[in-house]
């Protein structure tokens, strides 16, 4: 089991991203409770969907189900207090949250702002496509404001 463990660990790109290797890239906002939280990469445009956060778990657990009673109350701690650092520093009303897992089985769960302006037309989950994208020195700032939000977010 450890060696299995191990194993799956060494062959996944969520794993490698956080030891800093492999093809996963975006902007490290901090680790909290044995969760990593990352702003989304940019896209082949350069441009990143502002505010649009990766919160990872440390471990390799493949899925949602997969969290241990102990990580699933920090995960929920933690999704609520980057909702609210997101509403406040981006003026967006709703911060929506989807843990989807089909590409790759290590959990990681999307938080993504409806912004304002977006027209109600656009379905959830199109949020981040309809909202405003940016380079990387606004992801840069809005991570650093972000991070000025979380107190014991360490990195
Ligand atoms: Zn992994």
Known sequence: MATDQAQQSQDCVICAKHRGEGPLKGELVGRRDEFWVYHAPPRDD???????????SDRHAPYLSDLTDAEAAALGQLRSRLAEALRDELGVELVFAAAIG??????????????????PEIPWHKSDDAGPHGDADTVSDLVRRLRNRLPGMGS
């Open 46 to 56: 350069g441009l990143a969907p502002l505010g649009e956060l990766i919160i990872e």
């Open 102 to 119: 089909r590409s790759v089985p290590h959990f990681h769960e999307f938080l993504f702002p409806r912004h304002p302006g977006v027209p």
